[in-house]
């Protein structure tokens, strides 16, 4: 049976039954005629705007608060379909010449002028944990809107590997030297387009700082003592754990 992943501006329409939530099936929405959809396995994507009738029982709700009271499997469905519709509605013409383009594949769009092929795009990020003996580095970045502590993060620049992009983000925000930089694991995180590349290290020195604005609190925190930190399913959060249980 078909499983309907719709979306529009990172909140999902979803059936709900006594405080858990799982994906709309066939029978309770209706798509509009001629609306773009994306299909992969039982799952099929599209735009909220293209729904022309559902259930009264739907409700909106934002994917990541939906974590953890709908089935992994279809969190990670919706990950991916909330991708797929969002580069639909921003992958609209050929950078090339200005043409329109048209439906390739599942995944692709190709130029009728052209030819050129698109693809949907990622932006590799990492986040890092600094340990320091048994502390680890956390802090409040003035992008975050909630008052928690999480691990220092930024995009990879061209140019550089993974490895060099932590140390210099490290170095940009806090004024540390980092050694020993370790990958820890990945994350897809579609707000939007985002694939997000966890790394443990450990400090060397300097003195911390905040070297480039971005950071309005910070400092290497005990296990014992820990501030608020993110939510799940972040990766931050699951490095954070990993550090609190004593696995890193």
């Avoid at 797929?84 to 769009?109: F, Q, T, Y």
């Avoid at 060397?204 to 799940?232: C, H, V, Y």
Wanted: aromatic content about 10%; overall charge negative; hydrophobic content about 35%.
């Amino acid at each position: 049976m078909e499983k309907y992943i719709l979306t529009s501006r990172g909140e999902l329409l979803l059936s709900e039954c006594d405080g858990c939530f799982r994906l709309p099936v066939a029978g309770e929405v209706v798509l509009s005629e001629c609306c773009e959809t994306y299909r992969f396995g039982e799952y099929v994507a599209a735009s909220l705007a293209s729904v022309g009738n559902a259930d009264e029982r739907m409700v909106r709700r934002g994917l990541r608060e939906s974590w953890g009271s709908m089935s992994e499997e279809e969190f990670r469905a919706a990950a991916k379909g909330m991708e797929l519709v969002n580069w639909n509605e921003a992958e609209r013409h050929c950078s090339a010449d200005g043409e329109p383009l048209e439906r390739c594949s599942e995944i692709s769009k190709r130029c009728p002028k052209c030819g050129k092929e698109y693809f949907p795009r990622l932006n590799p990020a990492i986040v890092v944990l600094v340990k320091r003996g048994d502390d680890a580095l956390l802090v409040h970045a003035r992008s975050l809107s909630r008052p928690v502590m999480a691990l220092v993060a930024g995009f990879v620049e061209t140019g550089e590997s993974l490895e060099e992009c932590v140390a210099r983000e490290v170095m940009e925000e806090t004024s540390l030297e980092i050694g020993n930089i370790r990958y820890y694991g990945s994350q897809a995180w579609p707000y939007p387009y985002q694939l997000m590349i966890g790394f443990t290290a450990e400090y060397k020195s300097g003195e911390f700082s905040f070297a480039d604005g971005e950071l309005t609190e910070g400092g290497f925190f005990s296990r014992e003592n820990p501030p608020s930190i993110p939510t799940m399913p972040s990766l931050s959060r699951k490095i954070i754990d990993a550090w609190l249980n004593g696995e890193i």
